[in-house]
């Protein structure tokens, strides 16, 4: 298998779907009964929305870059709460291949990689309530370098103050998530620079993060998505164990850290739907 075909990026918008309950139950039917009560556990039918498509997500992405039915998957967790494919993922040559979902506000979006870590973090842009927006960000504050914090602070209005702060954030939360750490300790380590949120760079302890790639995305125009890529080496300890290639020659780390980041695909709850129903069946690939 190429290694472009575990590159994918989707997305959902959830606000253009409205159902009731009963609706949930053929969903849910795809998903395997230990997911259930991961989507039910929530009173709130948008928390269990964001729940459900996050794991129909990452069911008909796995089905559809592995080429296998949904009863041959078996998705589980680091200690930590990452989800990771159990899978002889080396046969395929694709030797670590990943994902990670997020969901936030109206949108959940899932990115795959083949070799290097993926992170991403959709933030949703809430104007603070009961607080100014300078009390908000404020209680956030030791997260964020002096650097950064001054482009925060001095970004304009105080809706570009707060845009600023999020998209930080969503960047800072994409890297934890790519480790799979899982800890808030690190997000203070790690320092971003942009040029208007393009060529973004960023220093981990001080040092340049030379084996990273960053971008940022807005989706709609009240959120945005950070898609972080990086060294399997800098994986935490339980993520590592999933992967099985953390070593490169030269010319397989330039070909690999290069390899272009593709962009978010929107699909509807219908096609996720008959993404799932082909997997369900293994017609994947027709
Ligand atoms: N590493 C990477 N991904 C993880 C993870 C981990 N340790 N634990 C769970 N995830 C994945 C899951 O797929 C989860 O979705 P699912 O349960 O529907 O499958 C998804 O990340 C959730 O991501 P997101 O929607 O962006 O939620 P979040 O930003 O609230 O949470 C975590 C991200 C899971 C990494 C968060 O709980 C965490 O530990 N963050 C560390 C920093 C922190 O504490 N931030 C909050 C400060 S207020
Ligand atoms: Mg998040």
Redesign the pocket.
Known sequence: MRMEEGVRRWVVDISKWDPQPPDLSFPLSFLPSHEHS?VTRFVKMEDRK??LV??ML?YALVSDVLRIPLSEISIK??P????YVDYDKLGLGLPNFNF?????GDY?AIASESVYLV????VSYDIPQGETITEFIHF?ASYFSSLEWDNIVNAGTSYDVLIEFYRYWSL??AY?????????E??HKVEFTHTCWTNITAKVEGMPMAEWRFWLFELGERHCVSVVKGHPRSA?MN?KATLNKIDFIEDEYHQFLNLPNVDFVELSIEQLLLALQKARVGKHRS
Do not use: C, M, W
């Open positions: 991961s964001r729940a996050s794991r990452q967790r680091t930590e709460g990452k989800p990670n979902v997020s969901h936030h959940v992170g991403l973090d959709i956030f800072k939360e934890v998530k790519a480790i799979g750490s899982g800890l808030t690190e997000l935490a993520y």
